[in-house]
């Protein structure tokens, strides 16, 4: 099993680094390991756009109290939040002002580990402030902006905000559909929706659809104006897109009027409306068009957001749990009995490396986490090492964990790899203590192995 340290170096180690430094959003790892008072946490590690927001090199960031980078004095709320995120193991999301930048910023801190270290990811919305504040104006129109503005920056759960602008907006202009599609110019997914009273939700049928069949005629609209406007959809019929009209007719659309959503000038999607009621009071097209911006700079936060957790706790090579995730599932089940443990060793892979090149053994590793998700559901798979591999197994016993591994070791014969493997299950002592069993009884079962099998290690 790995030491303490060897788990911090993984944590804090170049994979975790490398992928941090890929955000487009100013990151850091801050670590309160060994400190009382974790708002004292030092700064490990920063990425591009971290420095580039400082205004500094990143050797003038690291290694420092973060309190002394010029974000926020050590008396901040903010940093009681960052107390709770590495004392209470909680991701946390919210908003601040940063004192001295003098910028709001919209941030997620979210644990590495059990090493009381979190990472700290944040985007500036002082843009989205003063616009909010620009917007005061007494019209319908600008007060809907503003309220759907309020609520992105406002409201913590970005699901929740969209559902809230969306129902916001159908009180506005009366429609008998809103929708966010989402797209990356293949395939074009409905992920939000709201649906008046009586009408039918479109959100299932309009997933992974190719974006060229069923939008290439949007951008047509795109070359004369700035807004997708279908008055009557009549009118498709009658410029002969007749799939076009086929496939808003199916779903009971007379008139659509949709904003699109971009990110640095790229298309990222579209905030629609169907059948939507045109008054005097309501200027429906800039209303769209001006909420769609917002909704889209937040649209892209999200999915960076996203793939910063989904980083944090799988590995980049396999796509299985990575050992930080097997961290925090060990602290979160410490002394729960009856979790079965499968142990992992690729035999020979240090062979393959040397002799084959290490694009064979990465394959190697791609071959068996496919193998294992064959056999497991792939929540349960962990790389918990360069060539471990580590299989939990929830409310079982030794019985079934040991039919899984003779299972295994069946199937593993027709594979073009081999790996040796331990097994246990946890009782009163403790899940990590059963982890070790597991790996002592692996490491038995390599040897066996190398009693038949040249060793090249």
Not at 129 to 151: G, H, V
Not at 389 to 406: A, G, S, W
């Amino acid at each position: 099993m790995s030491t303490d340290k060897e788990i911090d170096k993984r944590i804090t180690g170049v994979w975790i680094d490398e992928a941090m430094d890929l955000l487009q959003v100013p990151s850091c790892i801050l670590d309160a390991g060994g400190l009382e008072d974790s708002r004292e946490a030092i700064c490990r590690h920063v990425n591009p756009a971290f420095c580039r927001f400082m205004e500094k090199e990143k050797e003038e960031l690291i290694e420092r109290p973060f309190y002394q980078l010029g974000i926020m004095d050590k008396d901040s709320s903010w940093l009681n939040a960052l107390s709770r995120a590495i004392s209470d193991n909680q991701v946390i999301w919210g908003r601040l002002y940063a004192e001295k930048p003098g910028k709001w910023l919209r941030f997620v801190l979210a644990p590495v580990g059990e090493n009381r270290m979190c990472s700290f990811s944040f985007l500036d919305i002082s843009g989205e402030e003063k616009t909010r504040r620009r917007l005061r104006r007494d019209n319908a129109t600008d007060k809907a902006i503003i309220r759907a503005i309020r609520r992105l920056i406002s409201e913590p759960s970005f699901s929740r905000a969209i559902d809230r602008i969306l129902q916001d907006l159908s009180r506005a202009i009366h429609p008998d559909r809103l929708y966010i599609l989402e797209t990356d110019r293949k395939t074009i997914s409905n992920t939000y929706e709201w649906c008046a009273p009586g009408v039918k939700s479109e959100m299932a049928s309009l997933q992974n659809l190719p974006y060229d069949d069923y939008m290439q005629s949007w951008e047509k609209y795109l070359e004369n104006d700035t807004v997708v406007v279908i008055p009557d959809i009549e009118e498709l019929r009658r410029h002969g897109d007749i799939d076009g009209y086929e496939i808003l007719k199916r779903q009971n659309i007379h008139s659509l009027m949709s904003a699109p959503l971009y990110y640095q000038g790229e298309l990222i999607g579209y905030l629609g409306a169907d059948n939507y009621e045109e008054n005097e009071r309501m200027d429906t097209k800039y209303l769209l068009e001006t909420v769609g911006a917002f909704i889209a700079m937040h649209v892209v936060n999200q999915r960076l957001m996203k793939r910063l957790e989904f980083a944090s706790g799988n590995d980049s090579l396999t796509g299985v749990k990575n050992r930080n995730a097997m961290d925090i599932y060990f602290y979160e089940h410490a002394d729960e009995p009856n979790h079965g443990i499968l142990f992992m060793d690729v035999n020979n892979l240090k062979y393959i490396n040397d002799v084959k090149g290490h694009a064979a053994g990465d394959k190697m590793l791609q071959e068996l986490a496919s193998f294992l998700c064959r056999h497991f559901p792939k929540e349960q798979i962990y790389r918990s090492g360069g060539d471990e591999f580590m299989v939990i197994i929830p409310h079982t016993d030794r019985n079934e964990v040991k039919h899984k591994m003779e299972e295994l070791r069946r199937a593993m014969k027709s594979e073009p790899f081999s790996f040796s493997i331990g097994h246990a299950v946890s009782d009163g002592r403790g899940l990590r203590f059963a982890a070790a069993q597991a790996d002592r009884r692996m490491y038995q079962d390599k040897r066996e192995y190398y009693r038949h099998h040249k060793r090249y290690r």
